[in-house]
């Protein structure tokens, strides 16, 4: 029989996170080499808390069955913790945002709710892709004017898809058209920093109430961005 500990790495990621905003705040010039980095921790902070809950309570499950199965004499492994390490090994073995979301509605029935008036889940969900471009350092190719070809396959018919919420939300905030000018905007990170954390919230607010939070949660909410409050 296996018990198990587990280590929370996300915590460091916010005294990063923390470092870079207020250096951003300080930029008088070009925004692109503070902001590209805080897009990306962003996301493995969010992503980072939500593993983080959703492993120690399986981990806590198959710990309970653990110790059944030592009460009741066993000395293997049962189908039911088969199935949970198998699941876990899932969990910790195939990263994303979308996994985690189908994950969160099979062990804890809780779904990210797209019409939820706590978050915006599309938000969210443009942070991860962007995360996922930057974080891979691949260019990013728009045209200069929105256009299409015949069979609507080809190299910017597939950027303009992927980005198309992106561009859509960044206009919004920043009012510009061009994503290489929105990107370069200020304002973009905090915006992201700050719907992450009421999305982060609100996912808590439906977990149980004894779950192991983790230093990473009490510390985001202490947080505000471009200020000193962890460092």
């Given at each position: 029989?296996?018990t ?7 915590a460091?990621?916010l005294?990063?996170?923390e470092s870079?905003?207020?250096q951003?705040?300080?930029?008088s ?5 503070t ?10 902070i ?6 983080y809950?959703l ?16 009460a009741?004499g ?6 039911a913790?088969?199935?949970?390490e ?7 073995g ?5 996994k985690?979301?189908a ?11 797209r019409?939820s ?9 443009a ?10 350092g691949?260019a990013?190719?728009?045209?200069k004017?929105?256009s ?8 910017a ?6 980005l ?9 905030l920043?009012?510009c058209?061009d ?5 370069n905007?200020?304002?973009?990170p ?11 919230k ?8 004894n779950?192991?939070?983790?230093k ?9 961005f ?5 460092t």
């Amino acid at each position: 029989m296996t018990t198990h500990i587990f280590l929370e790495t996300t915590a460091p990621l916010l005294h990063s996170f923390e470092s870079l905003a207020l250096q951003h705040k300080k930029n008088s010039d070009s925004n692109y080499h503070t902001a590209f980095p805080l897009l990306i921790i962003n996301a493995s902070i969010v992503e980072g808390i939500l593993r983080y809950w959703l492993v120690g309570e399986v981990k806590k499950t198959m710990n309970k069955l653990v110790e059944e199965g030592v009460a009741a004499g066993r000395n293997s492994k049962n189908k039911a913790e088969l199935l949970l390490e198998n699941y876990l090994i899932e969990i910790e073995g195939n990263g994303g945002f979308e996994k985690l979301k189908a994950q969160y509605k099979f062990f804890f029935s809780v779904p990210f709710d797209r019409n939820s008036s706590d978050y915006r889940l599309d938000t969210i969900q443009a942070l991860f892709t962007l995360r996922n471009v930057l974080a891979h350092g691949t260019a990013i190719v728009a045209p200069k004017n929105l256009s299409s070809s015949p069979n609507k396959q080809d190299y910017a018919d597939s950027w303009q898809s992927r980005l198309q919420s992106v561009t859509v939300i960044l206009k919004s905030l920043t009012g510009c058209d061009d994503i290489f000018a929105a990107l370069n905007d200020a304002k973009v990170p905090s915006y992201f920093f700050e719907n992450s954390v009421s999305f982060i919230k609100s996912i808590r607010s439906k977990l149980p109430d004894n779950m192991e939070e983790g230093k990473a949660f009490k510390e985001l909410q202490a947080m505000s961005f471009g200020y000193r409050n962890l460092t």
